[in-house]
C-alpha cells in the first residue's frame, strides 16, 4: 500500500478514463445530463412550450435559458473539480486532438451551419446557437492542434 499512491486514489481512477464510470463525479454528472438533456428533456421542453402555446423565436430563448440554467452550476462544478484534482497532482485525460477529429469537426460544422442556411433560407426562424457554438468549439480544437504541433517540434 503505497503512501504516496494511495493518498490521491480515488474509487473511480480504478476504472478506464474513457468510461463514465472513470470519469471525476460532477463531470460523469454533467455528462449524464447532457445525453438526458439531449435524449429527452430537449423533446419535453418544446412539447410543454408548443401545448402552452408561445411562439417560436421566444420558446428558442425560453430553451436556452433553461439550458443555460441547467449546465451552468454543472459546468462551474465540474471546472472546480477539475482544478481541485490538477493541484492534487491528478492529471485527467483530455480529448485528443488529431487531424482526424478536426477534419470530423469541421464536417460536423459545415453540415449545421447548411441546415441553418436551409432554415433562414426557406423563411422558418431560427436562431444560430449551435452553430455559432460549434464554430466556436472547432476553432477552439484548432489551436490546441497547432499548439500541441509546435510543442512537440521546438527544432523545426
Known amino acids: 500500500m503505497g503512501d504516496e499512491q494511495g493518498s490521491n486514489e480515488y474509487e473511480w481512477q480504478s476504472w478506464p478514463p ?12 454533467l455528462v449524464g445530463w447532457g445525453l438526458l ?22 420558446s428558442s430563448l425560453l430553451t436556452a435559458i433553461a439550458v443555460v440554467a441547467v ?9 472546480q473539480e477539475t482544478r481541485q484534482l490538477r493541484a ?10 488529431t ?15 447548411t441546415a441553418f442556411g436551409f432554415l433562414v433560407a426557406s423563411g422558418r426562424t431560427a436562431i444560430p446557437l449551435l452553430p455559432i457554438a460549434g464554430t466556436i468549439w472547432l476553432l477552439y ?8 504541433l509546435t510543442d512537440n517540434s521546438p527544432g523545426q
Open 18 to 29: 474513457d468510461s463514465l464510470e472513470g470519469m471525476p463525479p460532477k463531470r460523469r454528472r
Open 37 to 58: 438533456w439531449f435524449l429527452f428533456m430537449s423533446w419535453l421542453v418544446a412539447t410543454v412550450l408548443e401545448a402552452a402555446g408561445i411562439p417560436e423565436p421566444w
Open 71 to 79: 449546465f451552468g452550476p454543472l459546468i462551474r462544478g465540474a471546472v
Open 88 to 97: 492534487e497532482g491528478i492529471d485527467l485525460p483530455s480529448y485528443p486532438v
Open 99 to 113: 487531424r482526424k477529429s478536426l477534419i470530423g469537426n469541421a464536417v460536423i460544422v459545415g453540415v449545421v451551419w
Open 141 to 148: 480544437q484548432l489551436h490546441r492542434w497547432k499548439t500541441r
